[in-house]
């Protein structure tokens, strides 16, 4: 793992980027005895899945057998466009129903919770096409997220003594996360106007605001640039340093190799592999997932029927080995 | 020409009953709107509950007028709740369209022939507000030097700026609060909101119910104003103006909405003066080939609908709001 990565754009991260090395040596060595298979089981799951099916009319958009994350490590979920990702994200935080499936964090059950409830119970995602308050000033932004707020109910809203202490609390804790992530300048800026990365950022520190367990980031590098990208890196890293476990989802592969402990990859709804990067990236069946399994054959009519027929079989027996 | 006239009723409208009413309805508007973001436009139709629910409360069922002010303002609760239920979880375009339905029925059940007997169908209610008018402070008319008002004036005029300042106060503490905080974040993204912990729902039905509530204490203004009410008190164009008053105003604003009423029914009297009169005598200022006296009224509609038009393209943050914090944006 490059050390020197964070460095570049982060000077006060030099002390941090060796602890990083050290988490990912640790979460590495947490994850030794994992099988690389898809469905394996972990040593310390925080977020157990069973079963999850989400379908759109006709469409499986996601059927996952079992799925296990590991505690205090970086996983990574990949797959090709519409391979379900954000799909499953929105079904394990309540943001959408599965057509069946039990799922539990932390060994309570979350079927039937709302989103707002499984927010609260630790578990805190981020949105793909980031969702700043943009009439909100930033430091606003990060106030509204600190949870267990007095001021929040109605009859004490109008008694600002029950409030005043607890809100001066949370706006202390919201300056030196805006301070972390380099958004203090900002600080009485409208959300509105800050630019795409500067908006990864807000959320990404405002989801922090809830002191959340696990954290789960939709693309948090989707339109980011390069030099922010080093540093959304660092930040990441430091979430797992800190003990939280970050689940992910990215199509950027050097993010994912650079970053992750773990990667779970998913195609056509299914988990079709897990692993260390490194492991996972060099599997044929990821392979064909993203490039397809036959991008270097020929097409005829007489091998496009032998391709069929081999996909037939193949699709039988792949079925068969997640369950 | 009479313009000293012209700028009384003008003058009279922005500062009287008509101003005073429209603030608070759009007090209501603010908080669903400005603030919670949420697209209601059956303001009407919790004027009428309120309003209905007072003199209903004294006339049909024969109980004290200050037992009657509570059961309005509950009839609006009980009508937000019942609102809300099945809409604030879709869509926002869902309230719209279920609250400005919800406003009709409500108009036309009570001045329907076979509820008569409770509402007094088209004819409305009378006699309610004795107890209102017994503990009148005013003896004599008060002298405002524009205009003067009589005694009930007077007195309804001192209840319902009093009011007004009240609902203001009341929005004040509320939005400066983590709890209005919650709200304006619904407004911008409520799914966020959501995944942060906050019960969305419960915050939408909170705002509703307040909204509403502050609709039907406009509806007792309107009911103690004229001492009587009626189905018309409370059709459609009530919640347009409604919200004519609070975009004029800036929505978000505490004061928008009151600033906005005062200028709305100025220039709206004003126009309409002015047109009546230019209409009006022998030898008219405008020639009865152009527009004749029936028109004349209702061309300050047709001005107000054009201010409206204006006000969104050019400052839809109305005199109060800033720009860039406003929800709605035609460009």
Do not use: C
């Given at each position: 793992m490059p050390a020197?990565?964070?460095?570049?754009?982060?000077?006060?991260?030099?002390?941090?980027?060796?602890?990083?090395?050290?988490?990912?040596?640790?979460?590495?060595?947490?994850?030794?005895?994992?099988?690389?298979?898809?469905?394996?089981?972990k040593p310390d799951a925080i977020l157990v899945a069973d079963g999850i099916r989400r379908q759109f009319g006709g469409l499986t958009a996601v059927d996952v057998g079992h799925l296990e994350v590991q505690r205090g490590v970086i996983t990574a979920l990949i797959g090709p466009n519409g391979a379900g990702k954000t799909t499953f994200f929105n079904l394990l935080t309540g943001f959408d129903r599965p057509d069946a499936g039990s799922w539990t964090f932390n060994g309570r059950s979350l079927d039937g919770i709302a989103a707002y409830k499984v927010a609260r119970l630790g578990m805190v995602r981020t949105f793909q096409l980031t969702k700043v308050l943009s009439k909100l000033t930033v430091i606003e932004n990060m106030r509204l997220a600190a949870t267990g707020q007095r001021g929040e109910s109605f009859l004490s809203a109008l008694l600002p003594m029950r409030w005043r202490g607890q809100e001066r609390a949370n706006t202390e804790r919201?300056?030196?996360?805006?301070?972390?992530?380099?958004?203090?300048?900002?600080?009485?800026?409208?959300?509105?106007?800050?630019?795409?990365?500067?908006?990864?950022l807000l959320e990404m520190a405002r989801a922090l605001m809830v002191e959340p367990e696990l954290v789960m980031l939709d693309e948090p590098m989707a339109g980011v640039n390069p030099a922010l990208k080093q540093s959304l890196l660092g930040h990441v890293k430091t979430l797992r340093d800190e003990g939280r476990t970050v689940l992910f989802v990215e199509h950027d592969m050097d993010m994912v190799r650079d970053i992750s402990d773990w990667v779970v990859v998913m195609a056509q709804g299914q988990i079709v592999a897990e692993g260390p990067p490194d492991n996972v990236m060099a599997n044929q069946v990821v392979i064909d997932a993203y490039l397809g399994a036959h991008h270097d054959s020929d097409i005829s009519v007489e091998a496009e029927e032998q391709r069929l027929a081999a996909e037939r079989n193949r699709g039988a027996d792949q079925k068969e080995t997640p369950r | 020409?009479?313009?000293?006239?012209?700028?009384?009723?003008?003058?009279?409208?922005?500062?009287?009953?008509?101003?005073?009413?429209?603030?608070?309805a759009?007090?209501?508007?603010?908080?669903?709107?400005?603030?919670?973001?949420?697209?209601?436009?059956?303001?009407?139709?919790?004027?009428?509950?309120?309003?209905?629910?007072?003199?209903?409360?004294?006339?049909?069922?024969?109980?004290?007028?200050?037992?009657?002010?509570?059961?309005?303002?509950?009839?609006?609760?009980v009508f937000a709740l019942l609102l809300g239920a099945p809409t604030l979880r879709l869509r926002a375009d869902y309230l719209a369209i279920v609250t400005i339905a919800a406003a009709e029925i409500i108009r036309i059940v009570v001045g329907s022939v076979s509820l008569q007997e409770w509402f007094g169908g088209r004819d409305g209610l009378q006699e309610f507000n004795d107890s209102f008018t017994a503990i009148n402070p005013y003896s004599s008319s008060v002298d405002l030097v524009v205009f003067t008002l009589r005694p009930n004036d007077a007195w309804v005029f001192t209840v319902g700026w009093i009011s007004v300042a009240l609902a203001c106060l009341l929005v004040w503490a509320l939005m400066r609060s983590p709890w209005g905080r919650v709200l304006k974040s619904i407004r911008e993204d409520e799914e966020a909101v959501r995944s942060l912990g906050k019960n969305v729902?419960?915050?939408?039905?909170?705002?509703?119910?307040?909204?509403?509530?502050?609709?039907?204490?406009?509806?007792?203004?309107v009911a103690l104003d004229q001492a009587a009410i009626n189905p018309e008190n409370f059709s459609t164009d009530v919640t347009f103006f409604a919200y004519t008053v609070l975009i004029l105003g800036g929505a978000a604003r505490v004061l928008g909405p009151v600033v906005g009423a005062i200028m709305f029914w100025f220039l709206i009297s004003l126009l309409g003066n002015f047109f009546t009169q230019a209409t009006a005598g022998p030898e008219p200022l405008i020639s009865p080939a152009i527009m004749d006296g029936t028109q004349a009224s209702l061309v300050r509609f047709i001005a107000a609908g054009l201010g409206l038009v204006l006000l969104i393209i050019f400052r839809p943050q109305g005199i109060f709001g800033d720009k860039r914090e406003i929800a709605l944006d035609a460009r």
């Open positions: 020197d990565t964070t460095d570049t754009t982060d000077t006060t991260d030099t002390t941090d980027s060796t602890d990083s090395t050290v988490g990912t040596a640790k979460a590495a060595a947490a994850l030794s005895d994992v099988a690389r298979e898809p469905g394996a089981t919201a300056d030196s996360l805006l301070g972390r992530f380099t958004l203090d300048a900002k600080r009485e800026d409208f959300a509105g106007s800050l630019s795409g990365g500067q908006r990864k | 020409m009479n313009w000293d006239q012209i700028l009384e009723f003008s003058l009279r409208s922005a500062l009287g009953s008509d101003a005073i009413v429209y603030a608070m759009a007090i209501g508007l603010n908080v669903h709107f400005g603030y919670t973001g949420l697209l209601n436009f059956g303001q009407a139709g919790f004027m009428a509950v309120g309003g209905y629910g007072l003199a209903a409360t004294v006339t049909t069922f024969g109980l004290s007028f200050w037992i009657a002010i509570p059961i309005g303002i509950l009839a609006a609760i729902y419960s915050y939408k039905m909170q705002a509703l119910v307040l909204g509403g509530v502050f609709g039907g204490i406009a509806g007792f203004l």
